[in-house]
């Protein structure tokens, strides 16, 4: 089965985890990113809302991975709802209202409720709300990011009594707490992780997400794997029709079928998402990056950009700099 082939295929790299704790009804900046991002809400719930007019409101045991390039803002928001896992609190000393490196402390925000008071608020500080945070670096076939078509983000629950809770915890542990070998570990158990997410994904939503519907016909697949692997190339749909060995008429209706919108302008995005990449990650002109991807004019590719991620170039490349900063 292709898909078994695909996450067989996967590589992860492990990147550092933060945990972000926030104040109740105070906001945290999150920035954007050229990669996806995952979050794991620990304690209390949090708003996070996106330059899309996007909110999402996660509780307790949420895992969301987010797309990459949305911008986030997250807001604190109290409930007396908590995961539970057995053992004693720790005390994190640590200020509200920031993100800092992953330690040990993460567990004080995963024990018994009964170390809180009715009114959700914690026996030593303020009610915080408290969410572990990284990018999400997975990728496939020479490369291509196994989370990068993403448009909508990814929501799942994770108790500690479940696989992919489990999981999740004993990840944060081998960071928190690292050792010989923890690492190799770590990254077994974040593909584990991913692998649990996207089968309770698949069972809720059935699959449908753009790689997974190409990987149902191989020929959609190489046409797919071009596109992703250099969005830059002087693609069109002679060109991909003829990767996927298919009319053109034949391949525009059944790309169209698998992915609910067209070859081109899945094609467009793709490049619009590396235009992206180019501003947080490169010195090059704008006038340069809209060639590079495919603009011949620069006042009709910030058009193009500024529809797709309602921001200016000039302006996104600011903002990724200072967030990187």
């Given at each position: 089965?292709?898909?078994?082939?695909?996450?067989?295929?996967?590589?992860?790299?492990?990147?550092?985890?933060?945990?972000?704790?926030?104040?109740?009804?105070?906001?945290?900046?999150?920035?954007?990113?050229?990669?996806?991002?995952?979050?794991?809400?620990?304690?209390?719930?949090?708003?996070?809302?996106?330059?899309?007019?996007?909110?999402?409101?996660?509780?307790?045991?949420?895992?969301?991975?987010?797309?990459?390039?949305?911008?986030?803002?997250?807001?604190?928001?109290w409930t007396d709802e908590a995961l539970t896992l057995t053992g004693e609190?720790?005390?994190?000393?640590?200020?509200?209202?920031?993100?800092?490196?992953?330690?040990?402390?993460?567990?004080?925000?995963?024990?018994?409720?009964?170390?809180?008071?009715?009114?959700?608020?914690?026996?030593?500080?303020?009610?915080?709300?408290?969410?572990?945070?990284?990018?999400?670096?997975?990728?496939?076939?020479?490369?291509?990011?196994?989370?990068?078509?993403?448009?909508?983000?990814?929501?799942?629950?994770?108790?500690?009594?479940?696989?992919?809770?489990?999981?999740?915890?004993?990840?944060?542990?081998?960071?928190?707490?690292?050792?010989?070998?923890?690492?190799?570990?770590?990254?077994?158990l974040l593909k584990e992780s991913l692998i649990l997410l996207l089968r309770?994904?698949?069972?809720?939503?059935?699959?449908?997400?753009?790689?997974?519907?190409?990987?149902?016909?191989?020929?959609?697949?190489?046409?797919?794997?071009?596109?992703?692997?250099?969005?830059?190339?002087?693609?069109?749909?002679?060109?991909?029709?003829?990767?996927?060995?298919?009319?053109?008429?034949?391949?525009?209706?059944?790309?169209?079928?698998?992915?609910?919108?067209?070859?081109?302008?899945?094609?467009?995005?793709?490049?619009?998402?590396?235009?992206?990449?180019?501003?947080?990650?490169?010195?090059?002109?704008i006038d340069r990056i809209a060639q590079k991807v495919g603009y011949q004019?620069?006042?009709?590719?910030?058009?193009?950009?500024?529809?797709?991620?309602?921001?200016?170039?000039?302006?996104?490349?600011?903002?990724?700099?200072?967030?990187?900063?």
């Amino acid at each position: 089965m292709l898909l078994n082939n695909l996450l067989d295929a996967t590589e992860v790299t492990v990147e550092p985890f933060a945990i972000c704790e926030v104040e109740t009804g105070a906001a945290l900046d999150l920035g954007a990113h050229a990669v996806p991002t995952i979050h794991y809400l620990l304690q209390g719930s949090a708003e996070i809302s996106f330059t899309q007019d996007r909110r999402l409101l996660l509780h307790p045991g949420t895992v969301a991975i987010i797309p990459a390039h949305w911008h986030q803002h997250m807001t604190a928001r109290w409930t007396d709802e908590a995961l539970t896992l057995t053992g004693e609190p720790i005390a994190s000393g640590v200020n509200s209202n920031c993100c800092r490196d992953l330690d040990p402390s993460w567990r004080h925000h995963l024990v018994l409720r009964e170390t809180h008071d009715p009114l959700g608020q914690e026996a030593t500080g303020q009610p915080r709300t408290v969410m572990a945070c990284s990018l999400l670096r997975a990728s496939f076939c020479a490369g291509t990011g196994l989370f990068d078509y993403l448009d909508e983000p990814i929501i799942a629950r994770a108790l500690p009594n479940d696989p992919l809770g489990w999981t999740l915890n004993r990840l944060l542990e081998e960071l928190a707490t690292p050792r010989p070998g923890s690492l190799a570990s770590a990254r077994v158990l974040l593909k584990e992780s991913l692998i649990l997410l996207l089968r309770g994904h698949c069972k809720e939503e059935d699959c449908r997400l753009p790689w997974l519907a190409a990987l149902e016909d191989e020929r959609l697949a190489r046409s797919l794997l071009a596109m992703t692997n250099d969005p830059t190339a002087p693609h069109d749909l002679e060109s991909l029709a003829a990767l996927a060995g298919m009319s053109r008429s034949s391949f525009a209706q059944r790309f169209s079928d698998a992915f609910g919108r067209g070859a081109i302008d899945l094609l467009i995005e793709l490049r619009l998402k590396h235009a992206a990449q180019l501003l947080s990650g490169s010195s090059l002109p704008i006038d340069r990056i809209a060639q590079k991807v495919g603009y011949q004019s620069r006042s009709y590719f910030t058009r193009a950009f500024q529809t797709r991620f309602k921001i200016a170039p000039g302006a996104y490349r600011r903002r990724s700099r200072q967030v990187a900063k």
